[in-house]
């Protein structure tokens, strides 16, 4: 008999907002469309009538590329310039 595949995780908001360093889940929901416009992020899957999950493998490959990836914006401290007084 062959071993079944492993099933991937599913994960909810509160985790991924915490995996993506959002300061609540609310923060991240309120984001997640754009996310998933702009940036690829993957989709969440529903599993039950309104509980939205994601699958963990694919948030943290979607992570890892994100940290490879040059970003798309220069820092807004890009722009800052130094004054002297004299």
Same mark, same amino acid.
């Given at each position: 008999?062959?071993?079944?595949? =492993? *099933? ?8 991924? $907002? ?8 609310? !923060? ?17 899957? =529903? *599993? ?8 963990? $493998? ?8 994100? !940290? ?19």
């Amino acid at each position: 008999m062959t071993a079944m595949p =492993a *099933l991937p995780s599913f994960i909810g908001a509160t985790v991924v $907002a915490q995996m993506l360093d959002y300061p609540s889940t609310t !923060a991240f929901l309120r984001q997640r469309k754009r996310l998933e416009e702009t940036m690829d992020f993957p989709p969440p899957v =529903a *599993l039950q009538l309104k509980a939205l999950r994601w699958c963990s $493998a694919a948030v943290q490959t979607w992570i890892e590329l994100q !940290a490879a990836r040059p970003p798309a914006y220069a820092p807004a401290r890009s722009n800052v310039v130094q004054l002297r007084v004299m």
